[in-house]
């Protein structure tokens, strides 16, 4: 499979806990990204990569998260502390810089955590 | 702020209905709109538009994009049980150089047998 893959798949946590997650992207792919969905709702934007480089992080992101791109290959996404309100479905997607218009985001099957 | 109204947020139809899932948006700095069928998982990718009154088709799907009124829709013909789903609306949005897709809350689909 040369999707996007991310692991692991679910995570139960206790409030205070810290979780990481991991996302592998598709190898030829330069950009990544990472979206938080919660029930009811489509994904939101909480941050980019472009290779290494974190070139953009949305408000949403606290400054209990945090995420690496090291070698621009495989990303990860750490919330310290966790707190109910993090529970959600957390999903990356990556896609290959590509003109003016961009091209199409590949996501992940996601991450879903459950904080208790 | 973006903003991505999708309607209806739901509907239920029966097989060989014609649906047609609305969308409209308000981004900083558009450059194309995407649409995504999510079922219990990831959004899966359907369709880019970029040009005004340019008709993508699938199969039975097909999606055109109005830039001057800043809407899409998305047509689904002769609906199949497995056409059942969440189909999201996305425009991409440049401000800040990521290009990060804007969702709507999506269109919930079901058809019924």
């Known amino acids: 499979d040369t999707g996007v893959s991310q692991d692991p798949r679910h995570k139960i946590t206790k409030r205070g806990q810290n979780v990481t997650f991991r996302c592998d992207p598709i190898?030829?792919?330069?950009?990544l990204y990472w979206y938080r969905q919660t029930l009811g709702q489509g994904p939101e934007f909480l941050t980019y990569?472009?290779?290494?480089?974190?070139?953009?992080k949305s408000r949403l992101l606290s400054d209990r998260f945090s995420a690496e791109r090291p070698k621009g290959s495989f990303s990860t996404l750490e919330i310290q502390r966790t707190e109910q309100g993090d529970s959600a479905m957390y999903l990356c997607?990556?896609?290959?810089?590509?003109?003016?218009?961009?091209?199409?985001?590949?996501f992940g099957p996601g991450t879903r955590l459950t904080v208790t | 702020e973006d903003k991505v109204v999708q309607s209806p947020l739901s509907l239920v139809v029966h097989e060989g209905d014609t649906v047609t899932l609305n969308c409209s948006y308000e981004?900083?700095?558009?450059?194309?709109l995407l649409w995504y069928k999510q079922e219990k998982k990831a959004p899966t990718f359907l369709f880019m538009l970029?040009?005004?009154?340019i008709e993508k088709k699938s199969g039975r799907l097909s999606s055109i994009l109005d830039k001057k009124e800043l809407f899409s829709i998305l047509n689904i013909t002769a609906t199949q049980t497995g056409d059942s789903a969440v189909y999201l609306c996305?425009?991409?949005?440049?401000?800040?150089?990521?290009?990060?897709?804007?969702f709507g809350k999506g269109t919930k689909l079901t058809v019924n047998p």
């Open positions: 997607a990556s896609s290959l810089s590509s003109g003016r218009a961009g091209s199409e985001q590949y």
């Open positions: 996305a425009p991409r949005d440049l401000q800040g150089g990521s290009e990060k897709l804007v």
């Open positions: 970029t040009s005004s009154g």
């Open positions: 190898s030829e792919h330069n950009r």
């Open positions: 990569f472009q290779n290494e480089a974190q070139l953009e």
């Open positions: 981004v900083t700095n558009f450059r194309s």
